[in-house]
């Protein structure tokens, strides 16, 4: 039973910000913390990683470094709503889910209006239908399409789907913004440049997470559009976003990025849900819920072999994000021997 694991060094399947911070971000991070340096972001390691962030995307973009991804979201659509604004987004999306009204509370108001779509996507014609189903002065005004990439289940949209989805946005006056709390794992399964599926895919505002994929804290905002981070500064200051040691967030953006750490790290944790997935296919009572794109896993257990797994020291969430499943994320550090060893405990107890 979990023979295979070093208790001194547990690793779960819960969430991939269980993980701790890779090396190349320590290692930034130890690097930054040799000398004293300029505060507030007008520092060289911030300088850097901005620099880096527009080497990968390969544009001229704006970027700002902020705690976490519910400020990065938050301050990302206030900034692109008036009050009196609506943002339309898939109804798992963590901005309605999981941000505790953050995003409404940030853009003083503007409401979030859900959309159905199987697979955690939003559809062209669920976004047509929210923005003309109203035109009239008593509904709160589309403004936004937030979309998630990868999504809360896992999935990926294709470059075709996110064309498809943005063309239809534009048609119905609405920019967009992309929760990419996942987006090094929607690269690393596309493998395409980063561009394609951002600003030349009609991206105006992009959340790129760090925290999991090896960051301690961090995510970076980035808009293509410059003109829509006009006063983003100020923005961040007053929501309490403008970290007075900013390199210690940035420094270790250096360390993900310059040597392709975030790829790399990306495509791990994409493989050990693959073999994930591969292990628990064919067990008894055990069902894959949605394609396995990026480092989720979601599957349906027997609730006794779920409660058994517990006991025997595993940790993942069953039923937050969608109603039955259980969530199994991998992360950077997972190791095939932590994805076989929990494999080998479910088929023990599903035989
Ligand atoms: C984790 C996550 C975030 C960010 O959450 P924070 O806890 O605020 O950092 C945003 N969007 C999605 C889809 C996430 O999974």
Redesign the pocket.
């Known amino acids: 039973m979990n023979t295979n694991r070093d208790p001194l060094k547990p690793r779960h399947f819960a969430?991939?910000?269980y993980a701790g911070i890779c090396p190349e971000a320590w290692t930034a991070m130890a690097e930054a913390n040799t000398r004293h340096e300029v505060s507030y972001g007008d520092d060289t390691w911030t300088q850097k990683a901005s620099d880096l962030l527009r080497e990968v995307f390969e544009t001229d973009c704006e970027v700002y470094f902020v705690?976490?991804?519910?400020?990065?979201?938050s301050l990302s659509l206030a900034t692109l709503c008036q009050s009196y604004h609506s943002v339309l987004c898939h109804e798992l999306?963590?901005?309605e889910t999981?941000?505790c009204g953050?995003p409404e509370f940030f853009a003083n108001g503007s409401k979030i209006l859900v959309l159905p779509g199987a697979e955690g996507k939003v559809t062209p014609a669920g976004i047509e239908h929210a923005a003309h189903r109203r035109n009239d002065i008593h509904y709160p005004k589309p403004r936004v399409l937030s979309l998630?990439q990868?999504?809360?289940v896992g999935t990926i949209y294709s470059v075709a789907e996110l064309h498809a989805l943005t063309a239809t946005a534009r048609g119905c006056g609405l920019r967009v913004h992309m929760?990419?709390?996942?987006f090094a794992n929607a690269v690393a399964r596309l493998n395409v440049p980063p561009k394609e599926i951002t600003w030349k895919a009609g991206v105006d505002v992009l959340?790129f997470?760090g925290?999991?994929n090896g960051l301690a804290?961090g995510?970076a905002v980035v808009f293509f559009d410059r003109e829509l981070a006009r006063e983003f500064d100020y923005r961040c200051k007053q929501g309490g976003q403008l970290a007075s040691k900013m390199r210690f967030l940035s420094a270790p953006w250096v360390g993900l990025l310059k040597d392709g750490a975030w790829l790399r790290h990306a495509r791990h944790s994409n493989a050990m849900a693959q073999r994930l997935e591969a292990g628990l296919r064919g067990l008894a009572g055990v069902r894959i819920t949605y394609p396995v794109e990026s480092n989720a896993v979601f599957v349906t257990l027997p609730a006794a072999v779920e409660k058994q797994l517990y006991q025997r020291g595993w940790k993942f969430y069953t039923g937050v994000i969608t109603g039955a499943e259980s969530r199994l994320m991998c992360s950077w550090d997972t190791t095939p021997e932590d994805v076989d060893a929990f494999v080998a405990d479910l088929r023990e107890l599903t035989a």
Do not use: P, Q, Y
């Open positions: 969430s991939d910000n705690f976490n991804g519910t400020s990065a979201n999306s963590h901005i999981s941000e953050a998630t990868a999504t809360e929760d990419g709390a996942r959340c997470g925290s999991k804290v995510e």
